[in-house]
């Protein structure tokens, strides 16, 4: 246990000293594969994409969970395994790259490729976003995908080891490519969705939470944080998005939500926070919050890891 949160604790490391992998990435690999399999055995059904869903995730999960045992008796190497790992399915400073890139285009006044680097960001189109728009959507990606891509896939380790790690990515990144209600995907992504949904529930939980408690780290107050969350966050389309963006609104002292263009479909998504609307800097801000609930969340997800299991504790 004690090798699974080492291992933990230096993947994070890793990955806020290295980013992610160059080439041959891990995650892109079993992207690849799980679209030539979409490709061979989709059809328009939800028993389909079930089973498309648990074979991939299934797959992957179970040959995590082998390298755990086989590695069981050798705690430098399931150390050195969980570290790299956590090294490839997290995505925090590829992250806050990424909307460090949109902030320093919009600081020079460029916002043609403030808009198109946003699309590494966000699906939504950003062709007639202002200043004030791209940094809503920048800051709106930072929390969300802080939970997704940092919170989650440590509490995932924390509690399934090199299993729980693969598996919840191949989940999440299922939920990428095929979760969304495009027409082709309504019925055959529909598993791929609610299963990230489900895995997602507690991390963006404790995403929402570790926001509120840091706020001040970013001028902000963890009260305001907490009252955006418990009142804006139901508001939201996401059941998981809503309570990390709702925090980071508060905990940032602005306003989220508005008008969103993907494509020709359009939404309205009613506002969490009561602060001004968001400017460049507060993607800076957003950054900042976002590295200390990752860095928390490390922590927390080691704690849970180092726990003795309740058959070792009977042992002893």
Same mark, same amino acid.
């Given at each position: 246990m004690r090798a699974r949160a080492a291992g933990l604790v230096l993947g994070f490391a890793a990955d806020r000293l290295l980013g992610d992998p160059a080439r041959h990435h891990p995650v892109a690999i079993f992207g690849q594969a799980a679209g030539t399999v979409e490709r061979a055995v989709w059809a328009d059904d939800r028993p389909t994409g079930v089973a498309y869903t648990a074979v991939l995730v299934g797959g992957t999960g179970v040959t995590g969970l082998a390298v755990d045992r086989l590695t069981r008796e050798h705690p430098l190497v399931r150390t050195f395994a969980t570290a790299v790992t956590t090294w490839a399915v997290l995505g925090g400073? &590829?992250?806050?790259?990424?909307?460090?890139?949109?902030?320093?285009?919009?600081?020079?006044?460029?916002?043609? #490729?403030?808009?198109?680097q946003l699309t590494h960001l966000v699906g939504r189109d950003p062709s007639r976003l202002d200043a004030g728009e791209i940094s809503r959507a920048t800051v709106e990606s930072v929390a969300e995908n802080t939970s997704d891509a940092v919170v989650a896939p440590l509490l995932a380790g924390a509690v399934g080891g090199i299993g729980g790690l693969v598996a919840y990515r191949a989940a999440n990144t299922l939920d990428a490519m095929v979760g969304h209600r495009s027409a082709r995907h309504l019925r055959f992504g529909w598993a791929s969705a609610?299963?990230?949904?489900?895995?997602?529930?507690?991390?963006?939980?404790? &995403? #929402?939470?570790?926001?509120?408690?840091?706020? /001040?780290?970013?001028?902000?107050? /963890?009260?305001?944080?907490?009252? #955006?969350?418990?009142?804006?966050?139901?508001?939201?389309? &996401?059941?998981?998005?809503?309570?990390?963006?709702?925090?980071?609104?508060?905990?940032l002292g602005i306003r989220l939500g508005g008008t969103n263009v993907y494509g020709d479909r359009v939404e309205h998504r009613a506002e969490m926070g009561d602060g001004r609307p968001a400017r460049p800097d507060d993607i800076q801000r957003a950054v900042r919050l976002a590295d200390a609930v990752g860095l928390a969340s490390t922590l927390v997800s080691a704690g849970i890891a180092a726990r003795p299991s309740r058959a070792r504790r009977r042992a002893r």
């Open positions: 400073r &590829s992250l806050g790259r990424e909307a460090a890139l949109v902030h320093g285009h919009l600081d020079r006044g460029d916002l043609p #490729a403030a808009r198109e609610r299963l990230d949904d489900l895995l997602n529930l507690a991390p963006a939980r404790l &995403s #929402a939470l570790l926001g509120a408690a840091l706020a /001040p780290l970013v001028g902000g107050r /963890p009260g305001d944080a907490f009252s #955006a969350w418990t009142r804006d966050a139901h508001r939201h389309p &996401s059941p998981n998005a809503g309570p990390v963006e709702a925090s980071f609104a508060g905990a």
